[in-house]
């Protein structure tokens, strides 16, 4: 949201925004009633609006668009389901407008759920292709990110992490209750600590979801201090050196809890040979422990695809990264749609 007031804190107003959103870089003048802002959201790319007071009717308008637009109508929803113990749990649902939700309809679950980093809606070609095909993309605001504050943050760090996969695991199960959804038209994906949110999942429920996607993930949580950066997230998920913290990592390490015979979802994971902060053995290592131990591979294909000249994502170009979705999505909808 958006308000406005006057030096003095008075003259309150309500500026109304494009839709549902996020608000950016922000900037006013000193001596006219005037304010530029950057908006987006999942469908729409940054757009900068001017807002002027003097006009009461059209405060707000576009003033540029350089990113181009989205040739449809998208719905952005915000809905709130129960966790495991009760908690509300936010969740961003995005459709075409002309879509009705149904047991039949492609879903894309993802999260993040760490280091107080929140979910905010932004710009994402996934959900505008979800949208195009008559799917449903879904966003959950799981604990361990910091959607409701620090508390939020806190309640699915260190040895509350099981908070976080809970979370996520109830907003799949919530979708498919729903009727939005079902099993065989679910997917998920997350990456980096989302990528350990997606390992969690398929390990502890492997019955899930049809496929998932799990990019540049931390895997194995009882190695993870000892490559690259992996030291400085003790703060957050704990010390598998210390015994007590060890049993909280190893209770939920994906890789550590694969187990042989059963039939997991079709995964992808997505790593790269340059990544300076989760080290692709975690996804090397989970791939072949993967493809091991499924019962249904031949149905529900494991796959690694590995980038020789990139890192965690920070820098890489666009046509990089359009080809490395397309990849992903192409994956995920190879699985789910009818």
Known sequence: RLDRYAHDGSEHRAV?????????????????????????????????YRWSGEDRREPLTEWSHLAGSVDQTVVVEQVRYPSVDGTLISMFLIRGEGVTPGPDTPCILTGYGGFSITTSPAFSPIAVEMCARGGIYAVAGIRGGSEEGEAWHRAGMREQKQTSFDDFLAAADWLVAEGHTSRERLAIRGGSNGGLLVGAAITQRPDLCRAAHAA?????????????????????????????????????????????GTCYPATLLTTAAGDSRVHPFHARKMAARLQEATSCGTENPVLLREERDAGHGQGKPVSQQAADLADAVAFLLDRIEP
């Open 16 to 48: 109304r925004l494009p839709g549902l959103g996020s608000v950016s870089g922000l900037d006013a003048s000193h001596d006219r009633d005037e304010a530029f802002l950057s908006f987006t959201s999942y469908a729409t790319p940054s757009t900068t």
């Open 216 to 260: 540049v993930p931390l895997l194995d949580m009882v190695r993870y201090p000892e490559f690259l950066l992996g030291g400085l997230w003790v703060p957050e998920y704990g010390d598998p050196n210390d015994p007590e913290q060890f049993e909280w990592l190893h209770s939920y390490s994906p890789y550590h809890h694969v187990t042989d």
